[in-house]
């Protein structure tokens, strides 16, 4: 089997083209009749080239459709069977096609398949995003309700129980059990940001274990040039609810260090921002303030 490289998206680069599919000639009298969902063994449509434009892209106008390009293999099969499960699990609301990527070549060439197996999410008759090689179920699972999203449906995602007992620790003050939980989610699910924030935590207030807030920040005022008692300020600030005077204080900072001291202050900042996740508009603004300050 090919490399797998989960997490890319051939369509970024812009390696699929499905107006070959559109506009090819539909087959002949001689050609084999179009099946449909309900005469297929599984709950799947297997696809072919006398089935596609209706099967994939007419369908897609109707609902999100999921093209798997798979081969009888050990490894494949168990993951075909993970996708299924899936969409069963979703109740139709998105339709699940399966291609055997022998019996098809000219299809793998059309969609220009490029590792076994491969999965493609087709909406609205157009190509939204693939996913080459074997994902963790987690992960194939938020790739799903990213396609169904970009289908118009709303997705409610179900709490992580690995989460929530990391969370349990953290919010118990368990540091180093909740070290682990998170990085055990993040070897099973690299890309996990929830579990990535929580770690990130981990680590600032483990920094800050021990340290008087009231002290700390009142050393802070009164050495603003001392560079490890603004970190520890910023720390015990941003744990304490104030995120905004913590990104403030270490923009600041970075205004007033050079060298190693600046990189130092920088990185701090980014832990900070890790936990936060870059869609909070705090983030936001501090990212612009540390631009600044930086050029």
Sequence with gaps: MSEQRPGQS????????????????????????EPTQQQQQGPWLDVTE?????????QSLKTPVVVAFVVDHPEVNPYFAELAKQNAADGGTWVLARVDLQAQPRLAQMFRVQTVPMVFAIVGGQ??????GILPPSDLRKWLDAVLKAGGMEVETPPDPRLEAA????????????????????????????????????????RAKGIDPVAAIAEADAKPDDLQ???RASDVEFLSGQAEQAYQRLVNLVRRVY?????????????????????DPAVAAARRSLASALF
């Design 10 to 33: 051939i369509f970024t680069r812009g390696a699929v083209d499905l107006s070959a599919l559109a506009n090819r000639p539909a087959p002949d009298a001689a050609g084999a009749a």
């Design 50 to 58: 006398a089935n596609v434009q209706a099967a994939v892209l007419e």
């Design 127 to 132: 190509p939204v995003d693939a996913q080459p």
């Design 167 to 206: 969370d349990d620790a953290l919010i118990m003050g368990d540091l180093d059990e909740a070290e682990r939980a998170y990085k055990k989610i993040l070897s099973d699910s690299p890309r996990d940001a929830a579990a990535e924030a929580g770690l990130a935590h981990v680590v600032v207030a483990k």
């Design 229 to 231: 008692a603004q970190l």
């Design 259 to 279: 060298g190693d001291d600046r990189e130092a202050v920088r990185q701090h900042l980014v832990s900070l921002f890790a936990i936060a996740g870059p869609d």
